[in-house]
């Protein structure tokens, strides 16, 4: 389905579940990387209504990619939620998402808290020039995967290589948004290729896929250029309007995108929140025991189970292909 938004934009959602059940709402990362079908795994479709939609510029969504830029804000994707919870009649809607999700989801409960009934966050992000220093310059996630950032500088010219993050960022910008056609796929596909390679502790074989890569280039880099279009350390100073709020996170002690140093931050403002941390992960991915544990906290929130007052649980891996739960220890 289509709906229309600002400034001629056009947003393509779709409805899973039951009707009439509690609804949740599933914020795709990236940004950029459009809505997933396995999403609604997260979910007992007999008891949840699940959204998922494509944000601006991606997926389905009109316009795509450079062409929506000039209306493309997060100021303009909490306009869309609303948007959309309007059109969908829903009086309050449970947020689940990662990476890039987690902070729209953040955001959006910050400014509408009484419209959240809780939160499900895969690899939290907050999205402030230290995490994204630590991806793009050279003495960060550089230093584990120096080979795959060699790669990743390789289409910018060698004084924007020497640079530093926002150096580089503009210089990706100018290879983006450009109008030959030719820099801009080998661009987006050098920079979806990093983050693909260090997206997990093994880096993996990548292949650009494309329309869905090339958006992904577009929208991270507009946003991460612009710091998310927030103001320094917004999603800290405005955490305590979630302290009603119940937040499960999840998240990989070896995140190389979205560094654990993230939760740790919010947890000291929030200690409410619920831990499951993978001792030997990367960037949350769509691991089978991840998606058993999301399913036991969502099963649990719609039968309204208390929640435990465990704040913090590990699991760890058999080794690096496989997760294994562990005992629960609490840290």
Not at 96 to 121: C, D, F, H, Q
Not at 218 to 237: A, D, V
Not at 303 to 314: D, M, N, Q
Request: hydrophobic share 35%; with cysteine; aromatic share 10%.
């Amino acid at each position: 389905m289509y709906l229309p938004l600002s400034h001629g934009q056009t947003m393509y959602y779709e409805v899973h579940g039951t009707p009439g059940a509690p609804v949740a709402l599933v914020l795709h990362g990236g940004p950029g990387s459009g809505l997933s079908p396995r999403s609604t795994q997260f979910f007992d479709l007999t008891r949840w209504c699940v959204v998922l939609y494509d944000q601006r510029g991606c997926g389905r969504s009109l316009p795509f990619g450079v062409a929506s830029l000039e209306h493309n804000t997060t100021d303009d994707l909490l306009d869309d939620m609303e948007r959309l919870r309007r059109v969908l009649d829903v009086e309050m809607w449970y947020l689940t998402g990662g990476s890039w999700g987690t902070i729209l989801a953040l955001v959006y409960a910050e400014k509408y808290p009484n419209r959240v009934s809780g939160m499900l966050l895969r690899a939290v992000c907050l999205m402030d020039d230290t995490e994204s220093a630590w991806l793009y310059e050279d003495r960060g996630a550089a230093q584990v995967f120096p080979e795959q950032y060699e790669r990743f500088l390789k289409p910018l010219s060698v004084s924007e290589r020497k640079g530093d993050m926002k150096t580089i960022l503009h210089g990706y910008q100018r290879l983006l948004t450009g109008s030959d056609r030719r820099k801009q796929m080998a661009a987006a596909a050098a920079w979806t290729g990093y983050e693909d390679s260090v997206i997990s502790l093994v880096p993996k074989p990548v292949r650009y896929k494309g329309k869905a890569d090339l958006s992904v280039a577009i929208m991270e880099n507009h946003y991460f250029l612009n710091s998310g279009f927030l103001r320094p350390r917004q999603i800290l100073e405005d955490a305590h309007r979630l302290k009603h709020i119940p937040i499960d996170i999840i998240h990989g002690r070896y995140d190389m995108i979205c560094p654990y140093r993230s939760v740790a931050s919010l947890i000291k403002i929030l200690p409410h929140i619920r831990v499951k941390r993978v001792e030997d992960g990367g960037h949350s991915g769509y691991f089978a025991e991840e998606l058993g544990y999301i399913r036991k906290v969502t099963d649990a929130f719609i039968g309204g189970k208390r929640r435990s007052k465990e704040t913090l649980r590990a699991v760890r891996t058999k080794n690096l292909s496989k997760l294994k739960t562990r005992k629960k220890n609490r840290e």
